[in-house]
């Protein structure tokens, strides 16, 4: 079996092409594949959406997948990022990762890939299917109801307890797949023209399975029920309700900034850390595609997006000359994340990642009596008292103050600008 180190890339990727697999599966034993450049602009083809890990080689996993869209009549060109850029090479790298919204929103399909088909995922998916229905999950709107944590009630449903059922466990099982924590899919999935879920043959409805992890996540005992059934990561089930909230967010509201997006994906797993800000800097607004660059170390990617959190709702662009500037339109004062919610991502581990104290960790996952007190400061406490919003001002770009007035619209520092003026 081959891994990508063993293909022979020609010439860097340059303008908006990319590189597409065209495969001959073998039923047996073999896949051929060929790599071709076509322009994104101008070429029919799908993507594939997996969890990093799953397909590290052109082995069996890889051969499960061409095999399983063969026999559904769909094998065409399909983007495979791992195989279709060259990870050797930084340069092309980055352009590439700044051309990925593009290339999963341009595919005619992207194809979620959970792993092959277990024994006990056809009762899983029933369940699922009759979930949605009795539910009226088609009509479903998030913004309506209140997130209290309640349990669901399956007898009104006319569904089975979820504790020790096994038609849960096989749906639980499902929605623990590695590709749930993984950080690249929110964007694969959000701005997908159309998207399939397949676990093997069997094909999953992508809304049913997303409404499906919104409400595991909203309930408690099914909550509680998933996380002593599910053998996935932890917080596995804040990660696959996370994934369909901002889904629905998405749709709704459009791109939020980087700081914003980030905080809802906390604890999800990337390779390279700073995969974890460049996964979702296509689905972010105010940022340019400068923004994702392999060749700056994670430090300074933390340290920028930690400047954009506190001086609230910038955005990031790059000049021609390559000078990184930040930028806000309005008053900077008005968009400030009141104290507690900074105090509720302060990380006491910044010195482990060698990042300053200021920095606001918005990436790692909170432990459970954490998230606790973060609701109860924020929901609870909120009235009885008036919690100040921060006003802080950037001196030479590498420190911050408090200070008692209102800041300048425009901060005299090199590496900011006010976009309004």
Known sequence: ???????????????????????????????????????????KFEALSYCNGLIMSIGSNLLDVFCELALRQSIGFIWVDAICINQNDEHEKTRQ???????????????????KEQNSDRSGFELAK??????????????????????FDCTSRGVPEPFGNPDWAALFNILSNA?????WVVQELLV???????????????????????????????YESFNNFSEGPAFS???????????????????????????RYNGMDATDRRDRYFALAGISAGLSAGFINYEKPYRDIACLVGKMTLLGFPGYCTQPEGVGMLFFAGNPNS???????????????????????WVPDIVSPHSPGLLLSGFYNTDLMREEREIPSPELRLRQGTSFEWSGSVAPDHIPVPDVRDSSS
């Open 237 to 263: 089930a804040l990660m696959a309700r996370n994934i369909a909230t901002g889904y629905i967010e998405y749709k709704a509201r459009g791109p939020l900034p980087i700081y914003d997006t980030l905080s």
């Open 192 to 222: 997908a023209q159309r998207s399939t879920m397949l676990r093997g043959a069997l094909g999953l409805n992508t809304e049913i399975i997303l409404w499906v992890a919104l409400h595991i996540g909203r309930h408690r005992n099914l």
């Open 335 to 357: 968009r400030r994340f009141l104290i507690d919610w900074l105090a509720f991502h302060a990380n006491p581990q910044n010195h482990l990642l060698d990042l300053p104290s």
């Open 97 to 115: 990762v700044r051309m990925m919204r593009d290339i999963y929103e341009k595919a005619e399909r992207v194809i979620i890939w959970l792993g």
């Open 130 to 151: 009759s979930l949605y229905q009795k539910c009226n999950g088609s009509s479903y709107n998030m913004y309506s109801t209140t997130f209290d944590f309640e349990d």
């Open 179 to 183: 590709w749930f924590g993984r950080i």
């Open 1 to 43: 079996m081959a891994s990508n180190a063993d293909f022979v890339y020609g010439p860097p990727l340059q303008g908006r092409n990319i590189r597409l697999i065209k495969a001959e599966p073998d039923f047996k034993t073999t896949l051929e594949i060929n790599l071709v450049e076509r322009s994104v602009e101008s070429v």
